[in-house]
């Protein structure tokens, strides 16, 4: 037997999928935290276990599998983590008081820069905005843990039944009558998996600048001209959705703390591979952390936003908590 190699060699090979391995994970899970656990977990299986790699498979199908497995290990103790919509409550009253379920493992938004999505590198496949849009992660969470693994190994790695089959020690026919399954399952929330998510185009992002400013110069009755008809709005940890363009405007002149122009700055970020934005909130002359919102494009009109209250989310972004500098009221 040849020695053991070092964390330096392990780690040479290793290393430059530590991306995609995370885009990964946080398709199973639902969660960039858990995700990056997850992570941690894959490489430390896999640098205990090299020394019997025989590679009869690439590095890089051996480690998918480990994630895979720990990524199965870790759900059966998790529940899902839905999004406000995949609770199954009617939409809410936008004047209707807000309620926090703190007890709910909700979805995380997940940014960019931490999964590679968009990157130019060979692996872009599995980190495509496709394959991590917002959308998607949350309608996977309706799926059991296996149907999710088998879904995302066959549609998204686009491995073979045979290769999954193996990944999760069953049988091809097996794989297949999961895959059939879980199809059905996602195609009744969430279009096709291979659905394209174009570049932003100039009108998208000539209205994403009209967004930004209906918002921080507290002009209410701008959004209302921004949303598709059926346009939702969802902001966990609260577990009220909201649905149309009058009822999300109304939702932010009666719940949002802002009261007049200058109140929220929103800075640009990008999470899902989606456009995404850092709001800040200002208090006490300081701009501070308020949410992390993600917005989806449907044609030339926003169809759903998605606001987080999470707090750590920033620091995931690489946010800072405070903008520099006073804002005068």
Partial sequence: MTDKPTNEEFLQHADPMRRELLAHCYRMMGSVHDAEDLVQETYLRAWRAYDGFEGRSSLRTWLYRIATSACLTALDS??????????????????????????VPWLEPAPDALTGTGGDDPASIVTSRESIRLALIAALQHLPPRQRAVLVLRDVLKWKAAEVA???????????????RARA???????????????????????????????????????????????IWEMPPFVGWYQGPETIAELTR???????????????????????????????????QFAIMVLTFS???????????????????????????SATK
């Fill in 78 to 103: 998790r529940s899902r983590r839905p999004l406000p919509t995949g609770l199954g409550a009617p939409s809410t009253e936008p004047a209707a008081p807000l309620v926090t379920d703190n007890e």
């Fill in 185 to 231: 399952q996602l195609n009744e929330v969430q279009p096709s998996i291979d659905d394209p998510v174009e570049p932003l185009s100039p009108e998208q992002r000539a209205q994403l600048e009209r967004y930004v400013a209906a918002f921080e110069n507290y002009d209410v009755d701008s959004l209302v001209h921004l949303f598709t008809k059926d346009a």
């Fill in 166 to 180: 193996e990944a999760l020690e069953t049988s091809t026919a097996a794989v297949n009558s999961i895959l059939q």
């Fill in 254 to 288: 009666t719940q949002c703390p802002a009261e007049r122009a200058g109140d929220l700055k929103l800075v640009p970020t990008a999470a899902n591979g989606q456009p995404a934005f850092a709001v800040y909130f200002r208090e006490d002359g300081v701009y501070r």
């Fill in 299 to 325: 044609g030339e009109r926003i169809s759903h936003v998605g606001m987080f209250f999470e707090e750590n989310l920033f620091k995931t972004f690489g946010l800072p908590s405070a903008l520099e500098g």
